[in-house]
T-cell receptor
Framework: SQQGEEDPQALSIQEGENATMNCSYKTSINNLQWYRQNSGRGLVHLILIRSNEREKHSGRLRVTLDTSKKSSSLLITASRAADTASYFCATDGGTSGSRLTFGEGTQLTVNP | DGGITQSPKYLFRKEGQNVTLSCEQNLNHDAMYWYRQDPGQGLRLIYYSQIVNDFQKGDIAEGYSVSREKKESFPLTVTSAQKNPTAFYLC????????????????FGDGTRLSIL
């Protein structure tokens, strides 16, 4: 079964707006990662947040983690057309060793 | 440039045929992974390997086989037992996790799209 579930499934915004994507998971985790996938390409790692962290920033990206609610959010500020992609969260599932479990992703479209 | 190379980019399989997807990395990573992605879906783990000559089944290993004879290479064979092989296959690698915790980012190739003839 999927550990991570993203919400919404699809998001369409205008350039310059902020985009927020959410991820919920079921079991305890050691860390959570966010990835981006351009159409027909491989995934690119964006950011990793550990279970003892609440917020992390990287450029225009801001990730939050609420372990009590088993949820994370990815915020992209001042979005650009080039941000159009699918975004996935991935969790380690706590005791699953080196395995990651990916959600089904949010398809983000940024209109110029 | 360091990275992961998957080949071929497109592959067609006939009924009853086994096909092998190539994955090579020059990142000096110990761990390698194979995922399957169906349209509009997330990634599902087929097999993974944390070290040469060792690999473990993922969630959907049936109908697939792998080998890990060299650190740089982790080929995936889609056998005739896999009845629905049409999908996008992604290979990834990472630094080996410590203490059983997956705390390393994974680096991905650009995938192989497999279709049935």
């Amino acid at each position: 079964s999927q550990q991570g579930e993203e919400d919404p499934q699809a998001l369409s915004i205008q350039e310059g707006e902020n985009a927020t994507m959410n991820c919920s998971y079921k079991t305890s985790i050691n860390n959570l990662q966010w990835y981006r996938q351009n159409s027909g390409r491989g995934l690119v790692h964006l950011i990793l947040i550990r279970s003892n962290e609440r917020e992390k920033h990287s450029g225009r990206l801001r990730v939050t983690l609420d372990t009590s609610k088993k949820s994370s959010s990815l915020l992209i500020t001042a979005s650009r057309a080039a941000d159009t992609a699918s975004y996935f969260c991935a969790t380690d599932g706590g005791t699953s060793g080196s395995r990651l479990t990916f959600g089904e992703g949010t398809q983000l479209t940024v209109n110029p | 440039d360091g990275g992961i190379t998957q080949s071929p980019k497109y592959l067609f399989r006939k009924e009853g045929q086994n096909v092998t997807l190539s994955c090579e990395q020059n990142l000096n990573h110990d761990a390698m992974y194979w995922y399957r992605q169906d349209p509009g879906q997330g990634l599902r783990l087929i097999y993974y390997s944390q070290i040469v000559n060792d690999f473990q089944k993922g969630d959907i290993a049936e109908g697939y086989s792998v080998s890990r004879e060299k650190k740089e290479s982790f080929p995936l064979t889609v056998t005739s037992a896999q009845k629905n092989p049409t999908a996008f296959y992604l290979c990834a690698s990472s630094i080996r996790s410590v203490g059983g915790v997956s705390n390393q980012p994974q680096h991905f190739g650009d995938g192989t799209r497999l279709s049935i003839l």
